[in-house]
């Protein structure tokens, strides 16, 4: 993606990208094509507690995906994706200002570990200081703390309508998707002039993260997050700041230096504080 946005402006490569994968669930699934009507028509009390809910999601990912492409063009592809990790430290506080979660020491303290990580892999110490590109993929990592806090909402409400999860899930991601497509589109016009250039290296970067970044990981999300423990969840979200600073190290020829890596190393610490369950009942 970081390669592509050289052909592409941010704001249009992820519009093409979300509405590429929209009209693929349109195509081969009812339960999307079901979805995307009830974001014009709801009529019963479930249908528009899916419709509010998939709104969220689909305003979160734009949003998100937005956020980390524009920070994308100043900041590295390593520490973009530690950096988006912390979502996962976020989503508690989240949870906590919409009734669902108390904030506890235990909690407190993964948030300062995390944040100490995160002045070391941005060094805003060094002469060039906070890079503009770490202020929005920061920001990207909060919205999509939102996002994960609201897909189980989305799933509870789409349940209620299908009666069959695989049909839910399949509502779920691809409506989120549809709505994300219309809102971008919609704020188009404001956000300057657009660019797309389908050179080799963009239209591969749109196929894979259409297809397979979004697509099947926002299905894969929906479907089995709230089937697996916290803990387990962070790991797995944790495999792709690792994967990343690995291909940008050795495909990328991005120079990772220590104190970068001792700052990765803390927010992975952070998160697996803040999921792993302990006795530390303590509340603020």
């Avoid at 094509?33 to 999601?57: D, I, S």
């Avoid at 963009?202 to 894979?208: E, Q, R, V």
Wanted: net charge positive; charged share 10%.
């Amino acid at each position: 993606m970081q390669r592509a946005l050289t052909d592409s402006s941010p704001t249009a490569f992820v519009v093409v990208r979300f509405s590429l994968v929209s009209v693929v669930f349109l195509i081969i699934s009812r339960s999307a094509r079901q979805g995307a009507k009830l974001l014009f028509v709801a009529k019963t009390r479930e249908e528009k507690a899916f419709r509010n809910n998939v709104l969220v999601l689909g305003l979160a990912i734009g949003a998100g995906y937005i956020f980390q492409t524009i920070g994308l063009l100043t900041t590295t592809t390593s520490k973009s994706a530690f950096l988006t990790s912390t979502a996962v430290i976020w989503t508690p506080f989240i949870s906590m200002f919409t009734g669902r979660e108390k904030l506890t020491l235990k909690l407190c303290i993964a948030v300062l570990c995390t944040l100490v990580g995160i002045f070391l892999m941005t060094h805003p110490f060094q002469h060039e200081g906070l890079a503009i590109g770490d202020i929005f993929t920061l920001c990207c990592a909060a919205v999509f703390g939102v996002y994960i806090v609201w897909v189980d909402k989305a799933l509870h409400s789409a349940i209620e309508i299908t009666h069959d999860e695989h049909s839910a899930t399949m509502m779920v991601t691809s409506t989120q998707l549809v709505a994300a497509s219309i809102i971008l589109l919609a704020f188009m016009p404001v956000m300057g002039t657009q660019r797309l250039i389908l050179t080799p290296y963009c239209i591969a970067a749109l196929a894979f993260t259409a297809l397979i970044a979004t697509g099947a990981t926002a299905y894969l999300q929906a479907r089995y997050q709230n089937v697996v423990t916290p803990a387990t969840a962070a790991v797995i979200y944790m495999l792709e700041p690792v994967v990343a600073m690995l291909i940008a190290e050795f495909f990328l020829t991005e120079q990772i230096s220590f104190v970068e890596v001792l700052g990765a190393g803390l927010i992975i610490v952070g998160v697996i504080i803040a999921q792993v369950r302990t006795s530390m009942r303590y509340e603020i």
